[in-house]
């Protein structure tokens, strides 16, 4: 007895070995374990056979497990006599269990497993990232009224509701008069432009090429005697201005620079003696900020106004230099950009702003006495305007019939496989935290890369062979016979939120934190009458412009944004670069197909800090973000040739090397305290900060065959304008 109970019970332990070995193949373990516990059920019973091989395919099944539960799961009422005759069937059961699984399972099911060898030890190595393909442009979504023909009682709830409405509209609209033909004119214009909006659309890069940008770029090498004729005579003392600087412009071809000052407004200098300036007179607009110099003659000015906090456009004659007048003043013309209240409790003294004007037009501007808009259950999402028209609301990928609104892209940004930040963010690891250029994620597009290809092929070819040596005059009287070569343009500072092109003047209206904003076209063929003609809605806070052939540049302290002016009088939004820190004071300049862009961010955090950002325009409704270089804190910037400067409030101007476009090199930093834009005209750099203005001769940086670094850091500037607090203007 004790012999055949010691027999049985090593069955037993076999049966339950063999039960648990699995297969070293996974495709194979699943269907020896299947076809065992079939066997098994067969040999119990033949009736079972149908069902069994049924569940074999049902995924909840599971025939790896012992005997007993495999009869629990196929046939309680098999499982219940099973345990009715006792421990012998058990046994047989499991015997006959052991044997199916030997004779079906696979050879490799029954060997012992084999000893793993240890892993062979490999030098680690950095990894690699992995670039990201550009994610497809993300569709945008706008809200548009699409006309209807609405039941009548649709037209009779919304009749009684304006029955209340328009009589308080009328009597505020009646108490300010006078500003109302100014608000009607700037809802006409915004009307125009509803369907302007082309960021995201497919209709913004067949624009494109139709009109395609022109993004030719020239080097600029001077000869050492052209340098020498360019050096300056600091004799003079500087002049003095009262009041704070706020914004510059230089009128290179007649010789003149103006300045606004908080206290004297416009203040134009002659500036026909290089460095010897001369105060000609001021405008006296106190307050007043941004401004744009149209031509030798008329000048306009942005300027406090009554209508609902909106801005006034001054047109000054500055033809008579020692005093600007004011000739037109375009009352209310730069609407308010800030959060505007569309419940109204009472009607307010003041005058509505055009953003309440709008939506007093469309019906949606609404007062406490009236109620809620009616909502007719028969007809939902149908209503009318005060003008008996009425429309469906519906979301349409382009604006094309109705009212259409722009709304916020859905969906997150693309992230990096590497760190899972935002590739615009994780793109500082590769090199940027430690203030230097790297390179993003985003493997660029063949079309993208050509024209910085050419760039750096440029840049990397051997400079032309200097001439055989001859006498010294000989060579100096032949530099100077060549043509000189053209320096900057002049104009506007990259903080100016005033642009021109052609005969249509582009003016944004911004308030700081807020990110709606306005970009007002005016028609300036008659510079001393502005028209209006546009208006088009901004929301990426909008803070300064900037004009390259016909694409305009809209930096904001959410976004930069593309805008075609190939129709000067209707602009067209193209495209954004999206940034994901919580940013201010960000202008841009552009050259060739590479736009230069700083920012500041007052609370540092990870990966979001100031820095100079180099975006890639080749696809103006595309653009990239290719680099970023650390800057303590960055304002305004100037680039001329292959010489970037940015004005650091901190450290100075600081000059960088663009013999590669997409990768900025420091070279040397100047300092001055607190400046804060910059102006290139001819080879004179004017640095403007809140007390004085410096110029500085670049002439040297061009200098064929010189030493960038050496020769900028051995440079210095030249007081030419500093503040008077407590002195008339004059010399």
């Not at 076999?14 to 648990?20: E, K, Q, T």
């Not at 004297?264 to 307050?287: C, F």
């Not at 009318?384 to 094309?400: F, H, I, L, N, W």
Request: a positive charge; one cysteine or more.
């Amino acid at each position: 007895m004790a012999r055949r109970a010691r027999r049985n019970a090593e069955a037993t332990a076999s049966s339950r070995r063999y039960a648990r070995v699995p297969s070293r193949d996974p495709a194979q373990g699943p269907t020896a374990f299947k076809r065992s516990g079939l066997c098994f059920l067969k040999t119990l019973d033949p009736t079972l056979t149908t069902s069994v091989e049924r569940g074999v395919a049902h995924p909840a099944s599971d025939f790896g497990a012992y005997p007993t539960r495999l009869l629990m799961t196929f046939s309680p009422a098999l499982h219940r006599r099973v345990r009715a005759r006792g421990a012998a069937l058990g046994l047989a059961a499991s015997g006959a269990m052991a044997l199916c699984l030997l004779l079906v399972s696979p050879v490799e099911a029954r060997r012992p497993p084999r000893p793993t060898p240890p892993p062979t030890p490999v030098a680690p190595t950095r990894p690699m990232p992995m670039p990201v393909p550009p994610a497809p442009p993300a569709q945008a979504q706008f809200i548009c009224e699409v006309p209807t023909e609405a039941a009548r009682s649709v037209q009779v709830a919304f009749e009684e509701y304006y029955s209340c409405v328009q009589p308080l509209a009328a009597e505020w609209l009646g108490a300010h008069p006078q500003h109302v033909p100014q608000l009607e004119a700037q809802y006409q214009a915004w009307l125009v432009a509803r369907g302007h909006d082309l960021r995201d659309t497919p209709e913004a890069a067949r624009y494109v090429r139709r009109n395609p940008v022109s993004f030719e770029d020239r080097p600029i090498e001077l000869s050492a005697a052209q340098v020498a004729a360019l050096a300056p005579n600091v004799s003079a003392e500087p002049a003095r201005v009262r009041g704070q600087f706020e914004r510059i412009f230089v009128d290179r071809q007649n010789k003149r620079l103006f300045l606004t000052t908080e206290e004297e407004g416009l203040v134009s200098l002659s500036i026909a003696q290089r460095y010897a300036y001369e105060v000609e007179g001021s405008s006296g607009h106190s307050g007043s900020k941004d401004f744009f110099v149209l031509d030798a003659n008329h000048a306009v000015i942005e300027d406090a106004g009554e209508v609902g906090g909106a801005r006034d456009l001054v047109v000054l004659d500055i033809s008579d230099r020692e005093n600007p007048r004011e000739v037109q003043r375009l009352v209310g013309a730069l609407p308010l950009a800030s959060a505007t209240v569309a419940y109204l409790s009472a009607i307010p003294a003041t005058p509505p702003n055009f953003e309440q004007y709008r939506l007093m037009r469309q019906g949606k501007l609404r007062f406490s006495q009236c109620g809620q808009p009616p909502t007719v259950s028969s007809h939902p999402g149908v209503a009318c305007r005060p003008d008996g028209s009425c429309y469906v609301t519906k979301a349409k990928a382009q604006p094309e019939i109705g009212i259409c609104e722009r709304q916020a892209i859905g969906g997150q940004p693309t992230l990096s496989p590497r760190t899972g930040m935002p590739v615009e963010i994780d793109a500082e690891i590769m090199g940027f935290g430690r203030g230097g250029g790297g390179v993003m994620d985003r493997a660029p597009s063949m079309e993208a890369a050509e024209p910085m290809r050419r760039s750096r092929e440029r840049a990397a070819a051997p400079r032309a062979a200097a001439p055989a040596p001859r006498a010294a005059q000989a060579q100096a009287m032949d530099d100077l016979a060549g043509p000189m070569p053209q320096g900057g343009a002049g104009g506007a500072g990259s903080l100016s939120q005033m642009m021109r092109h052609g005969n249509a003047l582009y003016v944004l209206s911004a308030t700081h934190n807020q990110a709606q904003g306005w970009l007002t076209t005016f028609d300036i063929a008659n510079p001393r009458s502005p028209r209006l003609r546009h208006i088009i809605k901004l929301d990426n806070g909008p803070e300064a412009l900037q004009r390259h052939d016909s694409l305009l540049m809209v930096a904001g302290r959410d976004a930069v944004m593309t805008a075609s002016v190939a129709n000067p009088l209707s602009p067209r939004l193209l495209g954004e670069f999206r940034q994901f820190c919580p940013v201010n004071r960000d202008p841009v300049v552009v050259q060739g197909t590479v736009a230069y862009r700083t920012i500041i961010v007052d609370q540092p955090r990870s990966r979001c800090n100031s820095r100079l950002e180099v975006i890639d325009l080749s696809q103006p409704h595309r653009p990239v973000l290719r680099t970023t270089v650390n800057v303590h804190r960055p304002r305004g910037l100037a680039v001329l040739g292959e010489r970037l400067f940015v004005a650091d409030e901190f450290q100075g101007v600081q000059v960088f090397d663009l013999a590669d476009p997409v990768a900025p090199q420091l070279a040397a930093t100047w300092q001055i305290h607190g400046v804060k834009d910059l102006v290139v005209s001819d080879f004179d750099l004017f640095a403007l900060s809140p007390n004085e203005v410096q110029t500085f001769d670049l002439a040297p940086l061009y200098q064929r065959d010189a030493d960038l670094r050496e020769l900028a850091a051995q440079m210095r500037g030249y007081l030419t304008v500093v503040r008077a607090s407590n002195m008339k203007v004059g010399r």
